[in-house]
């Protein structure tokens, strides 16, 4: 399938970013069967095998006949790795862009946008710095070590949540090896630091009309049975992923597996931690002047972001 459009400047890569319940995944779809182009995912928990609920994945028929990469890559045992997302995301880039295809990035993961297209270097790890902060986490628990974060990186504590306790110790082991805060190891926002000529397409959605799209979304997930997702996804060790088994709606369903609380306390919670998981999405986008804020429909979505090939990409 190639109906692509000939445009006067098409970047390297387009970039299709935003909060969760956006519209990223259809918007994407739409420019890579208009561009001739394949989407890359940039969603870290749609990298695992499995978790297509609870992620709002598209199903085979949603996709259009786009191909799409890097979806069902990890089990869900698989501890995350930004890493090697990075090194398997440039990858398929580079693999498109060497057959004349056009990447569309997709997804809300931030980090895992910027370690793609921007030159983001990953600080090696010491073992004895990691277990000794692990066993602090254990004792001490997330928000004790959020707060020491905020106080030697304010900037890494406003981008990480408090209870990620993984990437809270993942910064506090950074800073203790390099002498220097996390986010040192973020380039600056701007062609200076960037790996690809991207265009950055971030979906706008005002604040109450994205509330009502996560609860519809959230009462949809548990329709389709995302109950019987997390049942099955338990079986095969998602409670012992530790990545996989802290996201969103996974966990809430975990816990009231475990007895924690009723299934609609799961479900209300669920709705809840996505709206804030959204809000730190979007403010994590906006800090970024290089991403183009587009609002409408998914039709009007689409030929806005095209509009914008026809001028030259600036930063």
Known sequence: MNNAVPYARTPQVI?????????????GTALAERLGGEVVNADSMQLYRGM?????????????????????????????????????????IDRLLAAGRVPVLVGGSGLYVRATIDALRFPG????????????????????????????????????LPGNGRRIVR???????????????????GPEGAVYDTLQ?????????????????VDRMWRDGLLEEVRRLEKSGLRDGLTA???????????????????????????RATKRFARRQDSWFRRDPRVHWLQGDAGELAEQALALLERPVTA
């Open 245 to 271: 088994s802290r996201a969103l709606g996974y966990q809430q369903v975990l816990a009231h597996f475990a007895g924690e609380c009723t299934e609609q306390e799961a479900r209300d919670e669920t709705v």
């Open 15 to 27: 970039a299709v970013v935003g909060p969760t319940a956006a519209g990223k995944s259809d918007l």
């Open 52 to 92: 297509d609920i609870g992620t709002a994945k598209l199903t085979p028929a949603e996709r259009r006949g786009v191909p799409h990469h890097l979806l069902d890559v990890w089990e869900v045992t698989r501890t995350a790795s930004v890493a090697e997302y990075q090194e398997l995301a440039r990858a398929e």
């Open 125 to 160: 790890t010491d073992p004895a710095v990691r277990a000794r902060l692990e066993a602090e986490l254990d004792e001490h628990g997330s928000g004790a070590l959020h707060a020491r974060l905020a106080a030697v990186d304010p900037r890494a504590a406003r981008s990480i």
């Open 201 to 217: 397409i971030g979906v706008d959605v005002p604040r109450p009309v994205l509330d009502e799209r996560i609860t519809a979304r």
């Open 171 to 189: 910064a506090l082991e950074v800073i203790e090896i390099t002498g220097a805060p996390f986010t040192a190891n973020l380039p600056a926002a």
